[in-house]
């Protein structure tokens, strides 16, 4: 029947009621069935009349604490290092001891899952999210919830260690704040001297204070003197790290933007005080009255609102710096033109109008101060929303941070199970591709030595009992056993050798897989004598290990190991599962040597003897085998004893 599968009774129970299910009536279909029940599985797909495959989630648990990648990646390693594959298997009723997480990445593939039964769905604390909008969860959050981070009145963050952050991070873009308040200090400068008749106070005020601007303008560009640094005298080198000291260090940044803000402040008034006409009120006549040049006042009051204007040129200025700076300056630039100077507005009127009183818009002493607070209203706004936006920037780049360091982390993690899978230099031909189905990666390898190390004594050892565990106990000491065979391979001295797989109680591993192509025929002989040499070293060490594990463990264990070398065919085989492997008779010869050989022994081929002596190791004749496949060859067992591996 299509769409169905057939099972027995005893599977239904492992179902949990999951799946509908209907009478299989096994018995018809075959008759070693009779006697039992069995059942169909109903398609739920079917019975849904749904067409397409559900979309694929990843799930993420609630609360799991955000940290540095360098952190993130040193649990990861250390969670490897002390796993136990079978410990959970040993008590099936017992609950996990940490919250399941999925991890957001298309290299670490994950099965689809089915739409009635969502990750985590026992697990409250577990969240589903698509993948579709996972790359923009947190960006959106923070600027959703962006209010609920910051004071409505201060912009300040409600968390002080954010605050703190923001404070004390470094600001970039000082030089071009610096660059701007001087150009409306030269401004300035330009406007007081085309209409000051008295030149004298104003070069001598403007005098002392531009050395100043000019002084601290280029303390702000010093960063681009970096590049020069190592070719500047020793005692000349600090001059580089002016501008970066200024731009990271938050109480000397706020004295320079201070210092030049007030400077600015001052100078849009100053020279106004040395003016004639103090007294103008008493003067009465008309030529007199023009003699005193009262059309400037209102260009010192342009000055007052550019010199405001400096004010928010600045950013990540704090804004209740820089409201007081504008307070101070509105509250000084009023007292001036609406109490000190209104004498002069009074004779310029009177200069103007006569004896005719003018309107509101036309009274410079009003204007003034019309014009000073609304420039002080329009500067407040400017820097609140300035403050905003540099704020809601600091949390999207703190969110992007956060999201590239745990980026990184994955990829590193996607690195190390790939290379847990393959070989590193096979693992660094797929890194960053997408290989399909029908692309493979060969490579011919033409000295190649392999070797097969098997526990014989291990199917004897296995048992299904209560005792057990009902075989768990036998696989964990095996896995035991293969994890200390593959520690051995993070020793320098065996980087040339490469696990292939293990093939239930039988270690498989080869040499010389990852040397490049020589083209010298003596490197050539020279490089696989280097193999064969590392290759009978580490079958030595794994004989020893098991020694030290049966030393442990109370066992009496052999090794049986064959080695044979010679030309091979490597290759990865399966897209999604890649399965590295190796292939050829020189392959087939190793694994002979193995199943035919004896325990504690290290069995080899005439070739492959002859290659053991070169290297330094002696050989004892076996004599003629009968290899299934081979006919009869004659083979050699290394002698061990004269090497004893140091741990």
């Known amino acids: 029947m299509d769409r169905r599968v057939h099972i027995t009774e005893d599977t239904l129970k492992h179902l949990n009621g999951e799946y509908q299910v209907e009478e299989g009536d096994g018995g018809s279909r075959d008759p070693l069935l009779t006697g039992r029940k069995t059942y169909l599985v109903i398609d739920p797909h079917t019975q849904r009349n749904i067409s397409r495959r559900p979309k694929q989630s990843n799930t993420l648990a609630l609360g799991e604490s955000r940290q540095r990648a360098s952190v993130r990646m040193s649990q990861y390693l250390q969670s490897w290092r002390t796993i136990h594959p079978f410990a959970d298997l040993s008590n099936p009723d017992a609950a996990p001891s940490k919250k399941p997480i999925i991890h957001t990445s298309s290299a670490m593939s994950q099965s689809q899952l089915s739409a009635d039964r969502p990750p985590c769905q026992n697990n409250p604390n577990c969240l589903v999210v698509d993948n579709g909008v996972r790359g923009s969860l947190d960006t959106i959050d923070t600027a959703g919830r962006r209010l609920k981070k910051l004071n409505c009145l201060t912009l300040m963050f409600n968390d002080l260690s954010l605050e703190r952050q923001f404070r004390f991070s470094e600001v970039k873009g000082l030089h071009q704040s610096m660059t701007c308040l001087a150009l409306i200090f030269v401004t300035m400068f330009a406007v007081q001297m085309l209409v000051s008749t008295n030149n004298f106070e104003m070069a001598v005020s403007y005098g002392a204070t531009f050395p100043v601007m000019v002084l601290l303008l280029s303390i702000a560009f010093t960063g681009y003197l970096e590049k020069w640094r190592p070719k500047m005298p020793v005692g000349f080198q600090w001059i580089s790290g002016l501008s970066r000291g200024v731009s990271t260090r938050a109480a000397l940044r706020l004295f320079v933007v201070t210092l030049c803000v007030l400077i600015t402040l001052l100078m849009g008034v100053l020279n106004l005080y040395f003016l004639p006409g103090k007294n103008c009120t008493v003067i009465t006549n008309t030529t007199e009255l023009e003699g005193l040049k009262l059309y400037t006042l209102p260009y010192y009051l342009y000055c007052c609102l550019l010199a405001m204007l400096g004010v928010i040129v600045f950013v990540r200025t704090c804004l209740s710096m820089k409201a007081l700076l504008l307070t101070l300056a509105v509250v000084v630039y009023l007292a001036l033109f609406l109490h000190v100077y209104a004498p002069r507005s009074r004779c310029l009127i009177e200069l103007l109008y006569n004896d005719t009183k003018p309107g509101v818009l036309k009274d410079p002493q009003i204007m003034s101060g019309v014009w000073l607070v609304i420039f002080y209203i329009i500067c407040l706004i400017l820097a609140r929303q300035d403050e905003l936006s540099c704020r809601v920037d600091f949390l999207l780049e703190r969110c992007f941070h956060?999201?590239?360091?745990?980026?990184?982390?994955?990829?590193?993690?996607?690195?190390?199970?790939?290379?847990?899978?393959?070989?590193?230099?096979?693992?660094?031909?797929?890194m960053g591709k997408?290989?399909?189905?029908?692309?493979?990666?060969?490579?011919?390898?033409?000295?190649?030595?392999?070797?097969?190390?098997?526990?014989?004594?291990?199917?004897?050892?296995?048992?299904?009992?209560?005792?057990?565990?009902?075989?768990?106990?036998?696989?964990?000491?095996?896995?035991?056993?293969?994890?200390?065979?593959?520690?051995?391979?993070?020793?320098?001295?065996?980087?040339?050798?490469?696990?292939?797989?293990?093939?239930?109680?039988?270690?498989?591993?080869?040499?010389?897989?990852?040397?490049?192509?020589?083209?010298?025929?003596?490197?050539?002989?020279?490089?696989?004598?280097?193999?064969?040499?590392?290759?009978?070293?580490?079958?030595?060490?794994?004989?020893?290990?098991?020694?030290?594990?049966?030393?442990?463990?109370?066992?009496?264990?052999k090794l049986r190991i064959g080695i044979n070398h010679g030309p091979v065919i490597a290759g990865v085989i399966g897209a999604n599962k890649p399965q590295y492997d190796i292939w050829g008779n020189s392959v087939n010869v190793a694994s002979r040597m193995d199943s035919t050989g004896v325990l504690d022994k290290i069995q080899v081929t005439e070739e492959t003897a002859q290659m053991v002596e070169s290297v330094g190791f002696s050989v004892t004749l076996r004599g003629v085998v009968n290899v299934k496949g081979k006919g009869e060859l004659t083979t050699y067992f290394v002698n061990t004893d004269q090497s004893s591996p140091q741990f």
Not at 405 to 424: A, I, R
């Open 434 to 557: 997408t290989i399909r189905n029908q692309d493979l990666y060969s490579q011919s390898c033409d000295s190649v030595c392999v070797m097969f190390a098997s526990v014989p004594q291990f199917k004897e050892f296995y048992s299904e009992s209560s005792a057990n565990n009902d075989g768990l106990e036998c696989l964990r000491f095996l896995n035991e056993i293969i994890s200390d065979f593959d520690e051995i391979l993070s020793k320098p001295k065996f980087c040339s050798v490469e696990k292939i797989k293990t093939i239930g109680s039988t270690y498989m591993a080869a040499a010389g897989l990852t040397h490049s192509p020589v083209e010298d025929e003596t490197k050539k002989v020279e490089m696989s004598y280097s193999h064969v040499r590392s290759m009978v070293d580490f079958a030595i060490t794994l004989m020893g290990r098991l020694e030290l594990i049966n030393t442990h463990s109370f066992n009496s264990f």
């Open 402 to 430: 956060t999201e590239r360091e745990e980026m990184e982390t994955m990829e590193n993690v996607n690195k190390l199970l790939l290379q847990n899978v393959l070989p590193l230099h096979v693992a660094a031909c797929f």
